[in-house]
């Protein structure tokens, strides 16, 4: 019984340990400041800062604009995490890349996934949070694909209506 309950502690300690370890490759830091700076594009005059957590997106919305590939990517994003849909974990290495951006006076926030396969999705959300029915009704969402470099070298943007 003790080992079944080590087995499952270790388990447990593992899952939490690889969450945190996301964006500490020099490849994915470099792919994440690559999409903020082409975010604030979008959104200048400090509009937008950066959530210090990671967030579950839906990749499958993009399906529709891309090649083959990046849709069967896309597509077996879901099963692979066998349509299990995660809270938002805090990243230590996101909130230091991006410490100096204060949330305190900006109006939009980018909620980044966790890279997968060359790819990092993001929604664009107000600070209030009020979306829908009692706020906006639509949010921005992108998909950036990058390379070995971290340099993006695609982007989708769409926006999804939440009404």
């Known amino acids: 019984m003790k080992v079944i309950i080590f087995l499952t502690m270790l388990c447990i300690s593992l899952t939490i340990l690889g969450q945190g370890n996301t964006y500490s490759q020099k490849t994915e830091q470099e792919a994440i400041k690559f999409a903020y700076n082409v975010l604030k594009v979008y959104y200048p005059s400090n509009e937008l800062c950066v959530s210090d957590s990671i967030y579950d997106l839906d990749w499958n919305l993009f399906a529709d604009m891309v090649d083959d590939q990046t849709k069967h990517n896309l597509i077996t994003h879901r099963i692979e995490k066998k349509f299990i849909w995660d809270s938002p974990v805090y990243s230590d290495a996101i909130s230091s890349l991006f410490g100096s951006d204060t949330c305190d006076c900006c ?50 943007k769409t926006e999804v209506d939440i009404d």
Do not use: T
Not at 107 to 129: L, T
Not at 139 to 151: A, H
């Open 107 to 156: 109006k939009y926030i980018a909620e980044f996934s966790e890279p997968y396969k060359g790819m990092i999705r993001c929604d664009i959300i107000p600070k209030d949070g009020k979306i829908g029915v009692y706020g906006v009704p639509r949010i921005s969402i992108f998909l950036f694909k990058y390379n070995e470099k971290g340099e993006i070298f695609q982007i989708s």
